[in-house]
């Protein structure tokens, strides 16, 4: 690509992608709110380092549900311009801020998450180096995503230790302030503290969980010689149960529609409409006067009529995530085919109580 091509493309992702207003600042530049003018489509944009901007480029080729799809990735002399999808959610600090302290199982079910999103990310032999609450990020189906890249590596074979000090206090491994080679295992080091801090609020050094198992868990996570630690997520998992790691994701997944973020107004709206719902079944049951072989079929889809919508249009058993091509299809777009969907069930059911 000459220069002028170059510049035309940075014209293009600046003209495409227009900001909304700032998100956070970060050494090599803000990160932006932005909309796409062609689409109306939320993004987030951001300046990282050249050497981020080669992880982002690759990243643009993954499908993994606990990774926000990559949209654009644009060189500049010395930075990188990256553009992605918008997930609308809070992140784990937020959560954190807004709930206290975890309970187990719900720890382990966001820590399973996490541990899956870091399994993509060194199996491609990368390192986040800064995994904390701020950057995992829960979407509102509660979907952990792995976010903010940019600082992250790829693993270097031989390199003795890291040339630049990077990583949050508290988070960062020992390794990061340039005692030796950053590798998968201070991604391990910063999820023990992070573990930690979801189940204790508190860094390891401050408090460690009162459940053994986890407690147990934390103290190997972050053992000051990368050696003593976990090889990889893998033994982490196992560590934690990974045999209940289904049935858990289950329990989460089919707590009733409107309770599942503990949010008042939620349970409030979802009271009225199972409410509203419930009268409705009831009517229809009363009213109907046909044949009585029929009263079965007509009960059957008028429960349909009622109660499909509901289950998806709030992503019921997270029935889009199974589909991972719908993981790429914008939030907005995929609401839309929720609402279709919902009145195509519905139509069905109302000719089958004709």
């Known amino acids: 690509m000459n220069m002028q091509q170059h510049e035309d493309e940075i014209n293009r992702i600046e003209n495409t992608y227009k900001n909304i207003k700032p998100l956070s600042k970060n050494p090599t530049g803000n990160t932006y709110l932005a ?14 380092s050249l050497e981020a ?41 937020q959560y954190l801020e807004r709930k206290g302290i975890l309970a187990d199982d719900e720890a382990k079910f966001f820590a399973m998450q996490i541990l899956e999103g870091l399994a993509v990310i060194h199996k491609n032999g990368w390192i986040h180096r800064d995994i904390t609450p701020s950057n995992i990020l829960i979407s509102q189906e509660g979907v952990v995503k792995i976010i903010d890249f940019g600082i992250a590596r790829t693993k270097k074979v031989n390199k003795s230790k890291d040339t630049t000090i990077l990583g949050t206090a508290g988070y960062a491994a020992p390794e990061q302030f340039g005692f030796t080679q950053t590798d998968a295992k201070t991604d391990i080091y910063a999820f023990g503290v992070l573990l930690n801090q979801m189940l204790t609020g508190t860094l390891p050094n401050e408090q460690l969980p009162k459940n053994r198992q986890y407690r147990k868990i934390v103290k190997k996570c972050t053992k000051m010689e990368p050696k003593s630690r976990y090889f990889s997520v893998v033994e982490i998992k196992i560590a934690m149960g990974k045999k209940t790691e289904r049935r858990l994701w289950e329990t989460d997944c089919t707590i009733i529609p409107g309770f599942r973020r503990d949010i008042l107004w939620h349970k409030i709206v979802a009271v009225f409409v199972y409410i509203y719902n419930l009268i409705g079944l009831i009517t229809v049951g009363v009213m109907y006067r046909g ?5 079965g079929l007509v009960y059957f889809c008028n429960l349909v009529f009622w109660i499909a919508p509901i289950l998806i249009m709030t992503n019921f058993l997270r029935w889009e995530n199974r589909v991972k091509f719908y993981r790429r299809i914008p939030f907005g777009l995929r609401i839309l085919i929720r609402v279709i969907l919902s009145l195509v069930v519905m139509g069905l059911a109302t000719i089958g109580m004709m």
């Open 35 to 48: 909309r796409n003018v062609n689409t109306n489509e939320l993004v987030v944009k951001k300046q990282v």
């Open 291 to 295: 044949p009585g072989p029929k009263l």
């Open 53 to 93: 901007g080669e992880i982002y480029g690759k990243l643009q080729k993954l499908d993994s549900e606990h990774l926000v799809p990559v949209l654009e990735v644009c060189f500049e002399t010395d930075k990188c311009i990256i553009v992605e999808r918008y997930i609308p959610g809070e992140t784990m600090e």
